[in-house]
């Protein structure tokens, strides 16, 4: 039998409940990294758009971290790439540890950026082992699958809001050395658990072999992966470089946008776990979940292009109506993230779910890297009305690709797949 058929419940229930804790550990650390980077370097006179690009080896990072993470679970067992994760993390944050004061600024940032790549690194193993794991001890129950997706991205996304909090509480106790000795140190133990909790060949069967093979996916996860790009970046296209300068430019202070940026987060992490409370659901795990996604994906596509028609009609305050209205987008975001995280594990074969996961996650990575720079870009050209024109127009090509989704799965392809 392949390690990779379905648990039994009362296993599958645990390995589940391990891997969630594991990765609650490590995303309240990266949030909190986050953070901890953005306001040291800020303290120290860097401008928003340098600690902007600060993370952009991170997320780049991302795109072959995926890739390869999600061949090498299934090459070595998940367990063994979630503490291979965890261990790279470690890494990073003592390699910025050694980050000096003194330092030339040209030093401290390619320092910087190259740790920050490492970390990239972790986030992206550790991810596509963790919701690989899902689909390995879910079984083939496609109610319960949306279920613990939903729980599982929905509190990841807290626990990164609440890890903003504990990086600026660690920065202001520990000083930025010490704070990141105290985060390795609780990955640590973290790890540890991780090791000594988990079955190692967890998830483990035959990898494909060659490039042609690892890119050979169903139509359905293909499709996923595209309409992802294009999710990502009309979130971040406001939300790394837009907003935040915005606000800051319009009399908020420093403290105000960061808590923003954390409650918008952790509120966005609950919507994602109560969002299949919001989704049709049907007996095969697609025939209504499809439509439901194109019909989110379209109703987010309105909240941004409302905004930019406000501002450019020069509504009053838009530092507060901007702000409210990011909300709503906040809230229908989650259910489109939490049902697309869903449905590429619906469409993913069991046999190479990590390969799946890994290869939806790279094109997630992409689209944060390219929301990142269009960011950037779009507002030094026309400011935060540019990146909400930008992100509705990005939102109307991923609404456009959830028309294509399949309604079944390609259990051809699959087959093929895992004969090969």
């Not at 979940?289 to 994906?297: G, I, L």
């Amino acid at each position: 039998m392949s390690s990779s058929a379905a648990v039994p419940s009362s296993s599958g229930t645990r390995n589940y409940a391990i891997v969630t804790a594991a990765y609650w550990g490590f995303t309240l650390t990266d949030g909190a990294l986050r953070m901890l980077v953005l306001l040291h370097f800020f303290r120290l006179g860097y401008s928003p758009f340098t600690l902007a690009f600060l993370f952009l080896l991170y997320e780049a990072a991302g795109i072959g971290a995926n890739l390869i993470g999600g061949w090498l679970a299934t090459r070595f067992g998940i367990a063994r790439m979630l503490a291979v994760g965890l261990t790279t993390q470690i890494a990073g944050f003592l390699l910025l540890s050694v980050v000096s004061p003194a330092w030339s600024a040209a030093l401290s940032v390619a320092w910087v950026v190259a740790a920050q790549g490492i970390c990239g690194v972790a986030k992206d193993l550790t991810k596509t082992a963790s919701k690989s794991a899902i689909k390995l001890t879910a079984g083939g129950a496609s109610g319960r699958l949306f279920k613990w997706v939903a729980f599982f991205t929905g509190s990841k996304n807290a626990m990164k809001g609440f890890g903003f909090f504990l990086g600026g509480l660690l920065l202001e106790a520990l000083g930025f050395r010490g704070a990141l000795w105290a985060m390795a140190a609780a990955l640590g133990v973290i790890l540890a658990g991780v090791v000594l909790s988990l079955p190692p060949m967890m998830g483990r069967a035959k990898a494909s072999k060659s490039a042609r093979e690892l890119f050979s996916k169903n139509r359905g996860v293909n499709l996923m992966a595209a309409a992802r790009v294009f999710l990502f970046s009309a979130r971040d296209v406001w939300f790394v470089v837009g907003l935040p300068v915005f606000l800051y430019a319009s009399g908020w202070t420093f403290t105000m946008v960061g808590g923003f940026l954390a409650a918008w987060t952790i509120g966005y992490g609950m919507v994602q776990a109560a969002a299949p409370a919001f989704v049709r659901r049907s007996a095969d795990g697609l025939s209504a979940e499809v439509p439901s996604a194109r019909a989110w994906s379209l109703a987010l596509t309105a909240v941004p292009a409302v905004l930019a028609a406000m501002m450019i009609a020069g509504v009053p305050a838009p530092e507060f109506f901007v702000p409210a209205g990011l909300c709503v987008f906040g809230v229908l975001f989650a259910v489109n993230s939490s049902v697309h995280s869903y449905l590429v594990l619906a469409y993913a074969g069991s046999e190479k779910a990590a390969e799946d996961v890994g290869f939806y996650y790279a094109a997630n990575a992409a689209g944060r890297f390219g929301g990142i720079l269009l960011s950037g870009l779009l507002y030094e050209l026309a400011g935060l009305t540019g990146c909400l024109i930008g992100a509705s127009t990005l939102l109307a090509v991923c609404w456009a690709i959830t028309l294509a989704f399949p309604l079944r799965r390609d259990h051809a392809a699959v087959a093929g797949a895992v004969a090969k």
